[in-house]
């Protein structure tokens, strides 16, 4: 299960979980009672296990205090690809609301007369 890019990178995940929970002196079995596991979810987690469920890491990264970090693991402001794509769709320049009136009134044909303006939104004008 998974591409063979991401097996190193949940190892290295796991090995990171381990090193904080050593680090807090905690035990997988208090860490799975704490985050509502079983302790051989835990150790699965530890070894980098892609079959375990995200919300069973983010249980632990709240006992850990580390839950902050699962939040900025897709951080849209920091991707590069993203935003550079997201640029070369922008219009070139912006249309006012006026302009796209005068556009809506030309497409209708002829002016009318006394009639008020519909935006695209329902207010009236």
Partial sequence: MG???VRPTLERLGLDIRNARLRRGIAVADLA???GSSPSSIARL?????GVAI??????????????RLGDL???????????LATE???RRGRSF?????????KSGAAHDGEDVVDPEGASF
């Fill in 3 to 5: 591409s063979p890019k």
């Fill in 33 to 35: 009672v704490r985050a």
């Fill in 46 to 50: 530890e070894k980098g296990d892609p």
């Fill in 55 to 68: 919300g069973t890491l983010a249980d632990v990264l709240v006992v850990l205090g580390l839950v902050e």
């Fill in 74 to 84: 897709i951080d849209v402001r920091k991707d590069d690809l993203g935003l550079a």
């Fill in 89 to 91: 769709h922008l219009p």
């Fill in 98 to 106: 006026a302009t796209r009136l005068r556009k809506q009134k030309a």
